[in-house]
């Protein structure tokens, strides 16, 4: 591992006191994905490794004036930006009704499909 994704988990990792209660309740879902984009990107773990502002303060930025709500899109896509000012989260999900996505073939009448396709929408164009 890197000096900077070794750096940035470490940092990830410090206790973290007296949140508010949204940050509470977002705090273990951001770090996951902040560790696991750490992990994928050597660039993004540099800018966590190298910035001087805190842990807290992610947490708290991607809870502020949300309200009763905020969608876990959103609150991701803060947390990312608090750190790498311009970057963004991208989402897609699949459906799979436990059939490796066969059913999103159609009737099943047509040619066998070689590879079972999943019907996919990204989250994107909700907003």
């Known amino acids: 591992m890197n000096d900077y994704k070794a750096k940035a988990l470490e940092r990830l990792n410090e206790k973290i006191d007296k949140l ?3 940050g509470n309740a977002v705090k273990e879902h951001v770090l996951r994905v902040l560790k696991d ?3 994928q990107n050597s660039e993004f ?3 966590i490794a190298q ?4 842990v807290k303060d992610c947490i708290e930025s991607t809870v502020n004036n949300c309200g009763s709500s ?13 750190w790498f000012e311009g970057a963004t989260v991208n989402f897609k999900m699949t459906l799979d009704l436990g059939d490796g996505g066969f ?3 159609g009737s099943g009448e047509e040619d066998a499909p ?3 396709k999943r019907l996919e929408m990204s989250l994107d164009d909700l907003f």
């Open 70 to 82: 905020i969608s876990d899109i959103e609150v991701y896509r803060r947390a990312v930006a608090f």
């Open 103 to 105: 059913s999103n073939e």
């Open 37 to 39: 984009f750490c992990e």
């Open 45 to 47: 773990a540099q800018a």
């Open 114 to 116: 070689s590879k079972p």
């Open 20 to 22: 508010s209660p949204h």
């Open 51 to 54: 910035s001087g502002k805190t």
